[in-house]
């Protein structure tokens, strides 16, 4: 498939499509910087927004896009918005509870995309499996009523899916994960992708040392690019959706700019087996403390 640009898209289990790089707002704070930032990735050319409960931004991302659809024209529809659940509010009920508050802090009829956002809360360590069954019957409903046009999940792996699948009507259609250098988690994307999910990448640079390695500054110099965009750009060759995060514009214009190079094999292959970052190691949601 062909990536040429912010709004080219790949299709889920679905049918419905999801432009092939998001914004992310993850440690984005509340209020004008979060607000700014969506405003401006929406300015430029970004069509897809992933937040979540747990990010406690919903209420200045869902200003935005309203704000940003009545300033320029553009249609809903064109807009792919996510948000997830959060483990306080794993269950049925609760799960029908977070789904309408989500919409009401964002001030939106329908999300294209609904994630439970951790399978294993430290609440409900020893009874996961049954509230996530739970969770994701609750999103069934929501799906079929029309509020969640996808559902997926996020930092799942492969037991945490098959423990789902066994009641699951509606297949996951994206896992999202944590996908940067030296952390590709390839064999995870392979499972979920063999179960027709799409898989998206958060926290594309990892940061820790990532702009001062002599790496990554070797391949920016190669390349003519800057190190978060040969992240990026890694990430989609990957075969992630990246969902880059940035409070600054001129980073939020440059991280988009990723559609007119491409890196060679053996550098993607070097990028994934990356050490020595100190990147925060992608947690383990069997032992999290939360
Ligand atoms: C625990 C939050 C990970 C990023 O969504």
Known sequence: MELTSLTSTYTLANGNKIPC???GTWQSADGDEAYNAVLSALKNGYRHIDTATAYENEESVGRAINDFLSQSGVKRE???ITTKLWNADHGYEATKKAIELSLKKMKLDYLDLYLIHWPNPLKFRDCWQEMNAGSWRAMEEAYNEGKLK?????NFRQHHIEALLKTAKIKPMVNQLMVCPGQAQRELCDYSRSLGMLVEGYSPMGTGKIFSSSEMQALSKKYGRTIAQICIRWSLQEGAIPLPKSVREERI??????FDFELEKADCDMIASLTGLEIRQNRNPDEAPF
């Open 253 to 258: 214009i440059e991280n988009g700019k990723v």
């Open 78 to 80: 064109e807009l792919f």
């Open 21 to 23: 790089l998001g914004f």
């Open 150 to 154: 996808a559902l997926g999940l996020s």
